[in-house]
């Protein structure tokens, strides 16, 4: 069965991955600028505050994994009221010791593995889109043990460990993505992936992205009418069934593109358009440059 929750993270191109101890004390709070990149952490010992600009208060608490797709600005706190310190997060990363926040000395009164991560992919705003801007799961102890994992492996530097490194942040943002209740999820894929009828067209699209889908099509596989799919899809989604998989078919596009070695043609029928021509024309609407010199500027990219 077609998974597209896996094929997405895929395309993500998770890479580049930087982790470290964080533990605070006393009167704390740091205030980190918005990142952009997704930051994650998990909390191994004690308690903290985690305000995200644009979402609920929330505190964490040992066991608990935060996930930020997109790293808004943030703040994060102890429970003694602190003026919080900014910090530039382009200038706080640097791999080394337990990073202290608060009094230096003594217990500290949380702990965690904090970091982040890079989408290679050039479609990482659009894919992120589809998940929830924030993502906190209490109560399962897998994802801790994977950022203890990630962490120590970051710290390596042995042979293969980009590679045990990709594989991992791949099965941490799974398992991140999976334990997102279905009643909290956003509007996005993982809400659509949630409700059996909407996901049975994810899947569909996902599955034969060269198929000459319609909306009528796609109500079919989801054994809905035509008018309640469509409103149940975009309620759920937050995009219209074709606006979905246009982007869906353009993110495999640009993934066969980039990758090379595949004609125009063949790229044209891989992702439903019937002659190179009529693809070019939609990939160039679309991503604002044809496909060859997207494929041009994509082999500078990568051999810089």
């Avoid at 994977?146 to 791949?170: P, Q, S």
Wanted: aromatic fraction near 8%.
């Amino acid at each position: 069965m077609t998974d597209p929750l896996s094929q997405v993270i895929a395309l993500l191109r998770p890479r580049a991955v930087f982790a470290k101890t964080i533990s605070g004390a006393g009167r704390w709070a740091v205030r980190y600028a918005a990142f952009g990149q997704p930051g994650f952490c998990a909390v191994t010992e004690g308690r903290c505050r985690l305000l995200v600009d644009g979402e609920e208060p929330a505190v964490l608490e040992e066991g608990d994994f935060v996930l930020l797709p997109a790293t808004p600005a943030f703040t994060m706190c102890g429970f003694e009221p602190a003026a919080p310190v900014r910090l530039d997060p382009d200038l706080q990363l640097a791999a080394g010791q337990e990073v202290r926040h608060g009094r230096p000395d003594g217990p500290a009164d949380v702990r965690q593995y904090g970091g982040y991560f890079a989408f290679e992919s050039p479609d990482a705003a659009l894919l992120v889109s589809l998940l929830p801007r924030m993502i906190h799961v209490r109560g399962v102890p897998r994802l801790v043990q994977l950022v203890r994992l990630v962490g120590e492996e970051a710290a390596r530097d042995g042979i293969g460990r980009e590679l045990i490194l990709e594989r991992l942040v791949e099965i941490l943002l799974i398992e991140a993505l999976r334990s997102v209740p279905a009643e909290a999820a956003q509007p996005g894929l993982l809400r659509g992936l949630a409700d059996a009828r909407v996901a049975a067209a994810l899947r569909g699209m996902h599955g034969q992205a060269a198929r000459p889908w319609t909306v009528t099509d796609l109500a079919r596989e989801a054994g809905m009418s035509r008018s309640a799919f469509f409103e149940r899809f975009a309620r759920t989604v937050g995009v219209r069934p074709m606006e979905y998989l246009l982007a869906w078919r353009m993110a495999v596009a640009k993934d066969l593109l980039r990758a090379g070695g595949v004609a125009l043609d063949e790229v044209a029928q891989r992702v439903g358009y019937g002659s190179a021509s009529t693809f070019s024309t939609a990939f160039s609407r679309h991503v604002g440059l044809p496909p060859g010199r997207f494929m041009r500027t994509a082999a500078l990219r990568e051999a810089a």
